[in-house]
């Protein structure tokens, strides 16, 4: 049976107010004309579903929301097409139609904007979305919770920053894309979510960070804004045939020991850099020609990652705050064989981090994440601004967590949940009712939704491990409640694979003993049911055991791991002899192509001139409102 559909006030009363650049105008029958004037609707429009629907919604816009009611009465927000028909999932998962005010001013599109913010290293556990005592300041991401779909278990697919990016960008699990640390190339030929959008019509581009390594550092998206922040070559490999020595580029404890307020940091330069060019990359969709696309924006922040430093007006925003420190805290002899080999790996064993140190640390990531919220902020304010709002699909995730001296551990590179549960929200409210999602998910999963977010057809992905996330958005149905994860980076000597279902957590490795946490009885992982002797923890430690050995073969992985590492580290020991070709991005950034040049058709620099375009006497939404060069090129 077919959903019902929602019609939102909020859309039909801003169908006179401009959308991605449009109105809805050409949304509903009888809208004014598409050069000029302010579009209207009679009060007594009547708006007829297609035939195969066969239902009537009468619209009146002093009149709440009307439901149409197709026979399941599951509600499910949306508008009217084109076509005069209703958009539901059983048409297009998403279909907006719009002409700009003014005419000209933009293109008709029937598919959503998505705008898809990352941040880097955000501990979910930590965030007031999921605990409402926390100290933490995010007044927008509270925002977006508010008025979205948030999912509150979900997880990355590998606990540190390539392999999670890898994974959530194509869907995949890392062995199935050799994305093992965070020197793994990512194959040109493994298509991406950027790949699949454009394939939908989608102006893809992405702003910030994705940690991509090797001469491929586009993997689908046309437009890059900026060089990533770490480099794109193979020299941070990691070296299984040698376990116990420890690089020089693997993380230290200079990040928590120096921890504080600074005045400037690379990675301050850093998303400075990624706010301006995301920001202008809107004003400059904003003001394109009849051609644009819908847009796909990737703005992919380094922050809050380490190191643990804010400048003085994030510091100062927690002076009068109580910084709470570990709640956990695991003798060093008492932890497991992974956590020990990770307390090597950061050089903390034998080597505590004073509570001093560690709520210095703890202040300044808080203040990283405000930091990070303000930058949301923005970008919400710019697309209010730019008329962007009511046609964008806002999407906010992370790579992985931070374990901030929980369990004495720190940084990311564990399955424990301070290291591996992200941030994911989708926000649309005119499509998608607020609401929390419990059951386990994972950015994995993202690939598959944004196709379902676009319109497309789901039957044309190329199979892949993650599974859309489309039905929680309109429907109140359980979903799978099912993740899976895998780990072969720094403080591994073998793969460590984790499975997500339901109240249990599983993590096994051909060389560690298995762990089993009940996460509803035991959030903070303190008693690893694997060692009970209960009935019902020995029978859940075999059947994870055997599914795990089923879905992976462990040795197979564990020697293509190996054989990875040595082809790369002989390449990159090759590659520092003699001239280095660096494979790091290089934006183009062509003045020559910016502002007000003798070259630029006088169109394009017309609609570049200002936005919103307004009539002679400085009004907007006027049938004089027009660019003199879109005028001029009318014969007007």
């Known amino acids: 049976m077919a959903p019902s559909i929602l019609l939102p006030q909020e859309v039909l009363s801003e169908s006179t107010s401009a959308s991605n650049g449009h109105a809805l105008s050409n949304l509903l029958p009888g809208s004014a004309s598409s050069l000029g004037g302010r579009d209207s609707l009679s009060n007594d429009q009547s708006l007829h579903s297609a035939s195969d629907l066969g239902c009537q919604a009468q619209i009146d816009e002093q009149s709440p929301p009307r439901r149409a009611e197709f026979g399941s009465g599951l509600p499910v ?10 958009v539901s999932e059983q048409t297009t998962p998403l279909s907006f139609v719009g002409q700009g005010l003014g005419g000209a001013r933009h293109s008709v599109t029937s598919k959503p904007n998505v705008l898809y913010i990352m941040a880097d290293q955000m501990a979910a556990p930590l965030l007031k979305i999921h605990d409402p005592n926390s100290p933490i300041r995010t007044p927008n991401i509270d925002s977006l919770a508010k008025t979205g779909v948030v999912f509150a278990n979900a997880y990355c697919n590998s606990p540190l920053c390539a392999p999670s990016r890898f994974s959530m960008c194509t869907g995949q699990l890392p062995s199935k894309i050799k994305g093992y640390d965070n020197a793994s190339v990512l194959a040109s030929d493994v298509p991406t979510y950027a790949h699949y959008l454009r394939h939908e019509g989608y102006e893809t581009a992405l702003a910030g960070k994705m940690h991509f390594i090797g001469p491929d550092q586009l993997h689908g998206f046309e437009h890059r804004l900026i060089s990533d922040i770490y480099p794109g070559d193979l020299g941070w490999t990691v070296n299984w045939d040698r376990p116990d020595e420890r690089p020089e580029w693997y993380h230290n404890m200079s990040s928590v020991m120096q921890a504080g ?20 990359y809107l004003y400059d969709y904003v003001r394109q020609g009849p051609d644009a696309r819908p847009f796909c924006l990737t703005v992919s922040l380094t922050h809050p990652h380490d190191p643990y430093t804010m400048t003085q007006e994030y510091w100062d925003q927690y002076e009068d705050v109580e910084i709470p ?11 497991d064989p992974h956590s020990t080999r990770l307390l090597k790996t950061v050089d903390l064993w034998n080597n505590p981090v004073p509570d001093e140190a560690a709520e210095r640390a703890r202040r300044a990531y808080f203040g990283a994440c405000t930091f990070v919220d303000d930058q949301v902020g923005k970008l919400l304010r710019i697309l209010k601004n730019c008329r962007l709002d009511k046609n964008t699909i806002i999407v906010f995730s992370g790579d992985h967590g931070d374990m901030l001296g929980e369990r004495d551990l720190w940084y990311k590179m564990s399955w424990f949940e301070m290291s591996s549960r992200v ?5 649309y409210p005119p499509l998608f009712a607020p609401k929390r999602v419990n059951e386990s998910v994972s950015t994995m999963d993202l690939l598959s939704t944004f196709v379902d977010l676009a319109g497309g057809d789901p039957k044309a992905i190329i199979p892949v491990d993650g599974h859309s996330l489309y039905h929680y958005l309109i429907s109140d149905q359980p979903g799978r409640d099912e993740v899976f994860g895998e780990y072969m980076g720094e403080g591994t000597i073998s793969p460590v694979m984790m499975i997500r279902r339901g109240k249990w957590k599983y993590v096994t490795s051909l060389v560690d003993p298995p762990q ?7 959030p903070l992982e303190i008693v690893n049911l694997a060692a009970s002797s209960k009935p019902e923890h020995v029978r859940m430690t075999a059947e994870f055991e055997k599914e795990a050995h089923e879905k992976w073969d462990f040795k197979k992985i564990h020697q293509e791991v190996l054989a990875s590492q040595r082809q790369r580290r002989l390449c990159w020991t090759a590659l520092t002899k003699g ?36 009539d002679y006497l400085g009004r907007e939404h006027t049938a004089a409102a027009m660019h003199h060069g879109a005028a001029g090129a009318l014969g007007e």
């Open 579 to 614: 001239r280095f070709e660096s494979w790091d991005f290089q934006p183009t950034d062509d003045h020559r192509q910016k502002y007000i040049r003798s070259q630029i058709p006088l169109d394009d620099l017309e609609r570049r001139a200002r936005f919103p375009i307004v």
């Open 261 to 280: 307020p600074c005045v400037r940091s690379n990675q301050l330069d850093y998303d400075e850099d990624v706010m301006h060019k995301a920001s202008q």
């Open 77 to 86: 927000r949306g508008v009217l097409s084109g076509n005069n028909g209703f």
């Open 516 to 522: 089993l946490f009940d996460l509803s009885s035991d």
């Open 423 to 427: 941030p994911l929200i989708i926000n």
């Open 325 to 335: 420190l570990p709640k956990v805290h695991i003798p060093q002899e008492e932890q």
